[in-house]
């Protein structure tokens, strides 16, 4: 059995070694095809954010906290932040704010709109490829935002924590990752394809093919004699 095995793992390396090129081949042209799509093809995605804190004031006028008392409360919060300041109120406002010539559906998916687990803290983050666009977006998100949660939920304590500013540094694409993923998809649809050569060819071309496919001994083989 030990034998068997060290066969089998010597042949995986003679199928391996035999279709070297049409491996290399395959991962080079990943390599390069998604090389030239990412340092030369794909904008750079800049992310920005801005955090606001919302409290709420009860009828008497005294500060009452928002309490996340569980993952479901905390949950719908989030939603409902999320539904204010990505509706057509809101974005049509920031439009008309900002003199964007850009259709309200395009701009919402730019913005995300999280709430920071078991705090008062929201964070309206903006991508887009023009960083100090994606600055005056979150910004300006921002201001309708708080002016729309005063209005509908009667949280008439909303204050900005920080500003968004310019990023210097793009989010994506990122290259070398996948320069990388590229790499290792080429090597493995390389195997894949050397293999299923080695299985399709059904000829028989040394000593041991005839003792292995046919089970016939072999009694002499003619050598190729070169000039």
Not at 71 to 76: G, R, S, V
Not at 86 to 109: A, C, G, H, T, Y
Not at 125 to 150: C, E, H, I, T
């Amino acid at each position: 059995m030990e034998q068997e095995s060290t066969m089998d793992l010597r042949e995986f390396f003679q199928v391996i070694g035999k279709h070297a090129g049409i491996i290399s081949l395959i991962t080079i042209t990943a390599v390069m095809i998604t090389a030239l799509f990412s340092f030369f093809i794909l904008d750079d995605i800049y992310e920005t954010y801005t955090t606001l804190m919302v409290s709420k004031v009860s009828e008497d006028g005294q500060k009452v906290d928002i309490q996340y008392n569980d993952i479901l409360l905390n949950q719908k919060l989030v939603n409902t932040y999320s539904t204010i300041a990505s509706s057509n109120k809101v974005i049509e406002q920031v439009i008309k704010n900002m003199d964007i010539d850009e259709r309200p559906e395009d701009l919402k998916e730019k913005i995300t709109v999280t709430s920071i687990k078991d705090t008062e803290i929201i964070k309206i983050s903006v991508q887009d490829k023009d960083k100090q666009f994606a600055a005056d977006l979150a910004n300006g998100v921002a201001q309708v935002f708080m002016d729309a949660v005063v209005e509908t939920m009667k949280m008439d304590n909303v204050q900005v924590i920080d500003m968004a500013k310019v990023s210097d540094k793009p989010i994506k694409p990122r290259r070398m990752l996948n320069v990388t993923i590229a790499a290792v998809l080429g090597v493995m649809i390389g195997l894949l394809v050397a293999f299923i050569l080695e299985y399709l060819d059904n000829t028989i071309k040394t000593p041991e093919d005839v003792e292995k496919y046919l089970g016939l001994p072999v009694l002499g083989t003619i050598p190729d004699i070169s000039e």
